[in-house]
């Protein structure tokens, strides 16, 4: 198994550029999530998804999107890239039975100059 | 709403010392609370859980932390540290009904000193 699946792992955007995250994870589970990882900050929750069609905002959604057309895929979009965009990101996964058990994608850094 | 508070941000053990990062969470409604390790440009993974089953919960590689209700506070620790034991720790909280989600506190950054 691949667990959760992150692309690419390095990236530098100009302001105003837009790209997409890629995250696919291989273990048919429910609920995805986008956290994003600031140093002395924790992470903090970008959009979540607790199915295939449904996504919702986190605490920091602000000047990103989601979408989740399969189980398998949530793709994290940054429109119009910001310096404050500069950050670690970190895709996640769990069942949606058990106990909250998150599986992690690697990261994506992404630089925005 | 649920949260955690990691104290100390940094903490510095001697190799063989006990290794203590403390925990505390607040919550209206019994907790899931969880350890995170996260080894330099890796992802987080998961030490332990607590999920209302025994108290004192072991975890991977001799760690274990303990749910103290009254204390609110799940504090991890490891009688003996080894080097490969440096890295950052996340405590999390999750609550029933809340979309699985994890509020992670802000995380220890533990270094091991020869």
């Known amino acids: 198994n691949a667990g959760v699946t992150q692309t690419p792992k390095f990236r530098i955007l100009k302001i105003g550029q837009s790209m997409t995250l890629q995250c696919a994870q291989d273990m048919n589970h429910n609920y995805m999530y986008w956290y994003r990882q600031d140093p002395g900050m924790g992470l903090k929750l970008i959009y979540y998804s607790v199915g295939a069609g449904i996504t919702d905002k986190g605490e920091v959604p602000n000047g990103y999107n989601v979408s989740r057309s399969t189980t398998e895929d949530f793709p994290l979009r940054l429109e119009l890239a910001a310096p404050s965009q500069t950050s670690v990101y970190f895709c996640?996964?769990?069942?949606?039975?058990?106990?909250?058990?998150?599986?992690f994608g690697a990261g994506s850094r992404l630089t925005v100059l | 709403a649920q949260s955690v508070t990691q104290l100390g941000s940094h903490v510095s053990v001697s190799e063989g010392a006990l290794v203590l990062l403390r925990c505390n969470y607040s919550?209206?409604?019994?907790?899931?609370l969880f350890w995170y390790v996260q080894y330099p440009n890796q992802g987080l993974q998961l030490l332990l859980k607590y999920t209302s089953a025994a108290t004192l919960v072991k975890g991977i590689n001799g760690f274990e932390a303990e749910f103290k209700k009254s204390e609110t506070s799940f504090h991890l620790t490891k009688p003996s540290a080894h080097m490969s034991d440096a890295a950052e720790y996340f405590c999390?909280?999750?609550?029933?009904?809340?979309?699985?989600?994890?509020?992670f506190g802000s995380g220890t950054q533990l270094t091991v000193l020869p």
């Open positions: 996640a996964s769990l069942t949606s039975s058990g106990a909250n058990v998150l599986t």
């Open positions: 999390a909280v999750s609550v029933s009904g809340s979309a699985r989600q994890l509020t």
């Open positions: 919550s209206s409604v019994p907790p899931y």
